[in-house]
């Protein structure tokens, strides 16, 4: 039987080979590209332009990058060493700004070199590939548990909308927001799904429903602005989404549109469920308001996708990667230590407390 995308590694290393390797997004659906990844300017394209993108694969890319970086400096002293961990962090961390776990897993990497930061570089250099090959392990166990919390909060035949790819191809395994529809699957739950095509660069129609419908499960691929119109029709029971950064009040920063598929959610009494691990949740950004919106060039509006330009030259175009879901708009934040509910100052941080 030949292999359909879930049975690739979204994210992975390369022990033997000293190489990240990740599946070429942009390519998809038309091509699965496998391309292998070793300087530090590739690595940073590859999270740039979206080659691998979703919050927690970020992450894992971003570790195991990091440590791909190291090893070009497994001969230098611990003073050089360093010096060049920390460039490496700092730059791989500029990529993208709005995924706080870009910033989590660089962290949480550096962290674990600086706690050994006298014992020869060969050991922190082990250490540090243990350290990102846990981290995708974490990741797989964490999805699968949010999908558990997830499937508690629909029934057997339910239509679910999702925005955006939130999917496998943002994780390592089962996604995000996809990982309670995967389990439901595997279970029978025969869900009903519409993924938003997800303007200007397509995730939901070239990731979501390309991933959902490999997997054999019932999707329909829906344009962005027909969501009130498929909630109206009553044809939706719950929206799951992911997130790229939940502030500690519980306001959400998803896919550019998670916010309008909320309000029109509210109107038409819909629950809307953001699925996050808890490394997604930044209890140090205090409200959506300070979460820093990345913005990309106009041309992924203008042309990226269409055979030939769809704007006058010339138009002034604003393109916002990430918008910010107000608090009061979501019913409820699925982790992998269980539900946060209102009030979410309160409930988010216990949960982040679990974690530790
Ligand atoms: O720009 P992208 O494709 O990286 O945006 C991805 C999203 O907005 C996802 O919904 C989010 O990262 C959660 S992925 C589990």
Redesign the pocket.
């Known amino acids: 039987m030949s292999k359909n995308i879930l049975d690739y590694e979204t994210v992975d290393l390369d022990v033997e080979s000293g190489e990240l390797v990740v599946i070429d997004q942009t390519k998809l659906p038309g091509n699965i590209k496998i391309i292998r990844l070793k300087t530090a300017k590739d690595i940073w394209d590859a999270i740039y332009l ?1 080659k691998v ?6 992450g894992v890319a971003a570790a195991m990058g990091l440590y791909v970086l190291a090893l070009n400096h497994k001969n230098d002293d611990n003073v050089t060493f360093f010096k060049k961990l920390e460039e490496y962090r700092d730059y791989l961390n500029s990529a ?1 700004p709005t ?1 706080v776990n870009l910033s989590w897993a660089l962290a949480r990497m550096y962290r674990l070199a600086q706690s050994m930061k006298n014992e020869p570089v060969s050991v922190i250099l082990d250490a540090l590939r243990d350290e990102a090959l846990t981290i995708k392990k974490e990741d797989i166990e964490v999805c699968r548990a949010i999908g558990e919390y997830g499937l508690s909060l629909v029934k057997p035949g339910d239509g679910i909308l999702t ?5 496998q191809l ?2 390592c395994k089962y ?3 996809t990982a309670p529809i995967y389990l439901g699957y595997e279970r029978g739950y025969d869900f009903k799904v519409y993924a938003d095509e997800t303007r200007p ?1 397509l ?1 939901g129609a070239r990731l979501t429903a390309f991933e959902l419908h490999s997997a054999g499960i019932d999707v329909t691929l829906i344009c962005d602005n027909m969501s009130a119109t498929v909630m109206k029709q009553g044809k939706i029971n719950a929206v799951f ?4 950064r939940v502030a500690a009040n519980g306001d959400t920063a ?2 550019i549109g ?1 916010s309008v598929v909320a309000a029109v959610a509210k109107y038409y009494n819909v629950p809307v469920y953001i ?1 996050a691990p808890t490394s ?1 949740i930044d209890l140090d950004t205090p409200t959506g308001d300070q979460i820093n919106i ?1 913005q990309r060039p106009g041309t992924e509006v203008t042309e990226m996708w269409y055979k030939e330009r769809m704007a006058p030259d010339g138009v002034k175009v604003y393109n916002p ?2 918008d910010v879901t107000d608090h009061s708009l979501i019913s409820g934040i699925v982790t992998e230590y269980g539900i946060a509910y209102e009030p979410y100052t309160e409930s988010l941080k216990k949960l982040k407390e679990q974690g530790r």
């Open positions: 979206l993108r979703g919050a927690p694969a970020i993208r995924a925005h955006c790819n939130a999917g943002a994780t996604g995000t927001a660069l995730q989404v992911g997130c790229d998803n896919k998670t699925c997604t990345e990667a990430f």
